[in-house]
């Protein structure tokens, strides 16, 4: 099994910046992708960055160069680098892993709100 804990959402006006992390733990070497997802209200839920065991990185394009992800893997964390950000980036943000058997696992959400 592999826990993932969210933190860094908050309220930003237009423009700014906020960093997101992710903690994991449990069997972490099992993983094969770590990505960050995220859903605002009555849409559905979407790949915003994912990372892969090799370090590959693929960034949706409605954040291509405004978002960054990357991984700490001594503190276990991944880090989702919010910059420039817009009222239509703001929706729950999810930490997700994918294990090599196939197995997913999601944290719980952390909100981000960007004011206009």
């Known amino acids: 099994q592999v826990q993932l804990v969210e933190s860094g959402g908050g309220l930003v006006e237009a423009g700014g910046s906020l960093r997101l992390s992710c903690a994991y733990s449990g069997a972490y070497w099992t993983i094969k992708t770590l990505d960050w997802f995220r859903q605002a209200p009555g849409s559905q839920r979407d790949l915003v960055a994912g990372?892969?065991?090799?370090?590959?990185?693929n960034i949706a394009d409605s954040v291509k160069g405004r978002f960054t992800i990357s991984k700490d893997s001594d503190k276990l964390t991944l880090y989702l680098q919010m910059n420039d950000l817009q009222p239509e980036d703001t929706a729950v943000y999810y930490c997700?892993?994918?294990?090599?058997?196939?197995?997913?696992?999601w944290g719980q959400g952390t909100q981000v709100t960007v004011s206009s």
């Open positions: 997700h892993a994918e294990l090599l058997k196939g197995t997913e696992y």
């Open positions: 990372l892969t065991r090799g370090g590959h990185a």
